[in-house]
């Protein structure tokens, strides 16, 4: 789901969201900062240099390929906002039947702005995927 190279730095998120070009996406990115934050009620931390993460997690592969990552995540991209949430749960699947309009990829769940979808889902989906997480990997 997430490459190693992506740990968490001390850059600042505000100034992140700030070199964001397009308004209307830097506004959006301010909208899920503040719903990202109030529904974990971690602190919002940059992964990489693009990634906007919640929480953290180790994770270990049966390859014994391990890591750290974040929780839950977003990256306001040029393209279009990438939105990170744990995969292999079957919830997030009925979840994302009522989001709105996105996309997904491997990892990601892709939105182009916060109007296209329901925020209460984008709630439901950053607990269940933070409950999923916890209970995949409890020693973290």
């Not at 964001?20 to 240099?49: C, H, S």
């Not at 491997?106 to 989906?125: E, M, P, S």
Request: aromatic residues 12%.
């Amino acid at each position: 789901m997430y490459k190693l190279k992506t740990k968490e730095t001390d850059n600042s998120v505000i100034e992140f969201i700030e070199s964001v070009e397009n308004p209307k996406k830097r506004e959006d990115a301010y909208q899920l900062l503040d719903i990202f934050t109030e529904t974990t009620g971690y602190k919002a931390k940059m992964w990489g240099p693009s990634i906007i993460g919640f929480g953290a997690y180790h994770y270990k592969y049966e390859s014994g390929h391990e890591g750290d990552a974040p929780l839950v995540g977003f990256s306001p991209r040029k393209a279009k906002i990438s939105l990170y949430f744990a995969t292999g749960d079957s919830e997030r699947e009925n979840l994302l039947k009522d989001f709105g309009k996105h996309t997904t990829g491997k990892g990601c769940v892709y939105i182009n702005k916060v109007a296209d979808i329901h925020t209460d889902v984008l709630k439901a989906l950053i607990n269940q995927s933070i409950r999923f997480l916890k209970e995949t990997y409890p020693n973290h």
